[in-house]
């Protein structure tokens, strides 16, 4: 199946920094979407993106649409110890949902 | 929360048993899947549902079936559960209708299937 690569695979940052993460795809998505999943517990949902170029934010996450379609970013800014997990991304075709294999985040306080 | 549940949590099985997880929506959001994660892997599609009725397979679905007799309610079965099938198992919903979050996808709690 399609798969969409996703870097890092894991961080290991200092509480206070800043956290990028990126996905990338072969093909042209519909809508990005980024999730957090903690351990034992199933993925919530954190940002939607439904416009290349969109810029959103929630909080202190932002993350944006590519405009070429094939990728996206997600930032983390100020991290808090409770931002531990995993973060992943997913993409819609308007057909299904392709997934990411995840960015473990690990703040050290 | 997007109202979806997941029953049974956590279940623990022998090889060769049928085994049936259910999922439960209360958001009427016309799309239902079943995904598996695996470390490794990450989330792999099994089975979806566009409509009551209306299934199809996904990447993994070898050894999985499914039914949504209702909008609500969209079964997992494994007819012989294998130890390969070991798991855990996570239903997803969206395409809610009338909102701006149609093409959003929201997660069960997952259930975690252990086949000894």
């Known amino acids: 199946g399609q798969q969409l690569n996703q870097s890092p695979q894991s961080m290991f940052i200092q509480e206070g920094e800043d956290v990028s993460m990126n996905c990338t795809s072969s093909s042209i998505f519909n809508t990005w979407l980024w999730y957090k999943q903690d351990p034992g517990e199933g993925p919530v949902l954190l940002i939607a993106l439904y416009k290349a170029g969109e810029l959103t934010s929630n909080g202190r996450l932002t993350a944006q649409f590519g405009i070429t379609r094939k990728d996206s970013f997600l930032n983390i800014s100020a991290s808090i110890p409770s931002d531990v997990g995993i973060y992943f991304c997913?993409?819609?075709?308007?057909?299904?949902?392709?997934f990411g294999t995840g960015t473990s985040l690990t703040v050290i306080p | 929360d997007a109202g979806i549940t997941q029953s049974p949590r956590h279940k623990v099985t022998e090889t060769g048993t049928p085994v049936t997880l259910r999922c439960h929506q209360t958001?009427?959001?016309?799309?239902m899947y079943w995904y598996r994660q695996d470390p490794g892997h990450g989330l792999r599609l099994i089975h979806y549902?566009?409509?009551?009725?209306?299934?199809d397979k996904g990447e993994v679905s070898d050894g999985y079936s499914v039914s949504r007799s209702k909008t609500e309610d969209f079964l997992l079965t494994l007819e012989s559960a294998t130890s390969s099938q070991t798991s855990v198992y996570f239903c997803?919903?969206?395409?809610?209708?009338?909102?701006?979050?149609?093409?959003?996808?929201?997660f069960g709690p997952g259930t975690r299937l252990t086949v000894l």
């Open positions: 958001e009427n959001h016309r799309y």
């Open positions: 997913a993409g819609d075709t308007g057909n299904q949902f392709y």
């Open positions: 549902s566009y409509g009551v009725k209306d299934t």
């Open positions: 997803a919903i969206s395409g809610r209708t009338g909102g701006e979050s149609y093409n959003e996808q929201f």
